[in-house]
T-cell receptor
Framework: SQKIEQNSEALNIQEGKTATLTCNYTNYSPAYLQWYRQDPGRGPVFLLLIRENEKEKRKERLKVTFDTTLKQSLFHITASQPADSATYLCALALYSSASKIIFGSGTRLSIRP | DAGVIQSPRHEVTEMGQEVTLRCKPISGHDYLFWYRQTMMRGLELLIYFNNNVPIDDSGMPEDRFSAKMPNASFSTLKIQPSEPRDSAVYFC???????????????FGSGTRLTVV
């Protein structure tokens, strides 16, 4: 069956450290993968996209990697800050319908001062 | 632009009643999506439209759910009759056409928290 799994429901990181979140998928062939941030009571907000032929993408303190052999994406936040505390969702866009994206269950990240 | 606008923000209704959720997408966006979010199941795609036409409704749980998009600036999701298991946060999202969607992602509304008692 098709599945998207994100590592542990919650991750606690000391401020200033690098937070690394994992997204694994099975039985999908995604055209691209996106990462979103969701704060309590709000809708998800788009952060970054990486295509299946790209290995790495960066945006300010964010870095995403994509390994189609391992069927895995890693999302890194360097020099983490308490304001980075939120739930982070990965989402796959399927080849069959690039307009349709499927979300993982999310990882709740807490950055402690 | 005010973003994707959903109404109401909160809805509490009794089992068996009809519920209508509303969404105004971002002007110029070609795609509109309805998602449902629960703790147990996460974000589930219910249905999406392209240029006001329903493309994929395979995520609509039952015939009690229906969605319409009469024009480019308005969509509704209706549940009739509602049941307690429909309690969730319902999100509407919109996006550019395929070529831009990859770069800009989806823009979500703030959601409607539905409670059916």
């Amino acid at each position: 069956s098709q599945k998207i799994e994100q590592n542990s429901e919650a991750l606690n990181i000391q401020e200033g450290k690098t937070a690394t979140l994992t997204c694994n998928y099975t039985n999908y062939s995604p055209a691209y993968l996106q990462w979103y941030r969701q704060d309590p009571g709000r809708g998800p907000v788009f952060l970054l996209l990486i295509r299946e032929n790209e290995k790495e993408k960066r945006k300010e303190r964010l870095k995403v990697t994509f390994d189609t052999t391992l069927k895995q994406s890693l999302f890194h936040i360097t020099a983490s800050q308490p304001a980075d505390s939120a739930t982070y969702l990965c989402a796959l866009a399927l080849y069959s319908s690039a307009s349709k994206i499927i979300f993982g269950s999310g990882t709740r990240l807490s950055i402690r001062p | 632009d005010a973003g994707v606008i959903q109404s109401p923000r909160h809805e509490v209704t009794e089992m068996g009643q009809e519920v209508t959720l509303r969404c105004k997408p971002i002007s110029g966006h070609d795609y509109l999506f309805w998602y449902r979010q629960t703790m147990m199941r996460g974000l589930e795609l219910l249905i999406y439209f392209n240029n006001n036409v329903p493309i994929d409704d395979s995520g609509m749980p039952e015939d009690r759910f229906s969605a319409k998009m009469p024009n480019a600036s308005f969509s509704t999701l209706k549940i009739q009759p509602s049941e307690p298991r429909d309690s969730a946060v319902y999100f509407c999202a919109s996006s550019h056409r395929d070529g831009d969607q990859a770069n800009y992602g989806y823009t979500f509304g703030s959601g409607t928290r539905l409670t059916v008692v």
